[in-house]
């Protein structure tokens, strides 16, 4: 904040600092083209599309989860048996 750098668009705090009212305006294209208006990206470009991973990794974690149960269930109903 110090420098006036933002790395979110938290509007009450923005709307604060610049002694503003809390409105967020998001355009992929202004016309006419206005030279005061500094326009930000927001394509997806930079943005991983890892479905796939996220899928194979937590379906993965779930089934470890569910050996894990079977196991801890297993060795309770062995040491009743005794």
């Keep these: 904040l110090d420098k006036n750098v933002w790395f979110a668009r ?46 194979v990794t937590w379906f993965s974690l779930s089934i470890i989860w569910m050996g894990m149960t079977v196991y801890w269930i297993w060795r309770i109903r062995s040491r009743q048996d005794i």
Excluded: C
Excluded at 34 to 48: A, F, H, K, Q
């Design 10 to 55: 938290d509007l009450s705090m923005l709307s604060t600092h610049l002694n503003t009212e809390p409105i967020l305006v998001v355009a992929r294209q202004i016309k006419p083209n206005l030279n005061e208006v500094m326009p930000w990206p927001i394509d997806t470009i930079g943005i991983p599309n890892n479905h796939f991973q996220y899928a």
